[in-house]
């Protein structure tokens, strides 16, 4: 199975500033690619999707890309909500899998 | 609006087994594709299951052979049955909606999650 590697574990970013998170694949994994947001104690919830398309009722200011094996998930200007872990999940080939996450934290 | 609630969650000792419920609302679980992600306590998520439409479902290794997904239709309903349970099976379980982003299989990401439910499996 592919296995995804996110980087860097930690990021400490001030309001304001811009976050870039990274995630890769083992193997190619084409587009198939989401991000999810996931708060202390609640549910993830899905970002992106086919590795640059925002879902519905996201804001502008996440923004993913990448194809193959390298992604980013750009946050251009974080706000106190953004703080959060992240996770990238390749979908194609089957099983899916997910990466270990990016926690973002105040600066 | 799109609502997944799960139950059934708790306390198990090695070697029991538990039944998790997800009810849906706002769709109708036979329409879509349907999965079973967990996340250990401080760790990351793991897909552990799926139920087509078809009625065909399919596990992560790691729990082929112990756990069951099914449906029921008329409570628009999706259960997990989790038996000879382990240690390495606690965690928050989560239910999801699977959306198809055009891979082979078809069980791409996940756009709608319930508040999950907690296993912990001790003696």
């Known amino acids: 199975e592919i296995v995804m590697t996110q980087s860097p574990a930690t990021l400490s970013v001030s309001p304001g500033e811009r976050a870039t998170l990274s995630c890769r694949a083992s193997q190619s994994v084409s587009s198939k690619l989401a991000w999810y947001q996931q708060k202390p104690g609640q549910a993830p919830r899905l970002l992106i999707y086919?590795?640059?398309t925002r879902a519905a009722g996201i804001p502008p200011r996440f923004s993913g890309s990448g194809s193959g094996t390298e992604f980013t998930l750009t946050i251009s200007s974080l706000h106190s909500e953004d703080f959060a872990v992240y996770y990238c999940q390749q979908y194609d080939p089957w099983p899916v899998t997910f990466g270990g996450g990016t926690k973002v934290e105040i600066k | 609006e799109v609502q997944l609630v799960e139950s059934g969650g708790g306390l198990i000792q090695p070697g029991g087994s538990l039944r998790l419920s997800c009810a849906a609302s706002?769709?109708?679980?036979?329409?879509?594709?349907m999965s079973w992600v967990r996340q250990a306590p401080g760790m990351g998520l793991e897909w552990v299951s799926v139920i087509y439409t078809s009625g065909r479902t399919d596990y992560s290794d790691s729990v082929n052979g112990r756990f069951t997904i099914s449906r029921d239709n008329s409570q628009n309903t999706v259960y997990l049955q989790m038996n000879s349970l382990r240690v390495e099976d606690t965690a928050v379980y989560y239910c999801?909606?699977?959306?198809?982003?055009?891979?082979?299989?078809?069980?791409?990401?996940?756009?709608?999650w319930g508040q999950g439910t907690l296993v912990t499996v001790s003696s």
């Open positions: 999801a909606r699977v959306q198809y982003g055009g891979s082979s299989v078809g069980v791409d990401y996940f756009d709608s």
């Open positions: 706002g769709f109708t679980v036979s329409s879509d594709y």
């Open positions: 086919g590795a640059s």
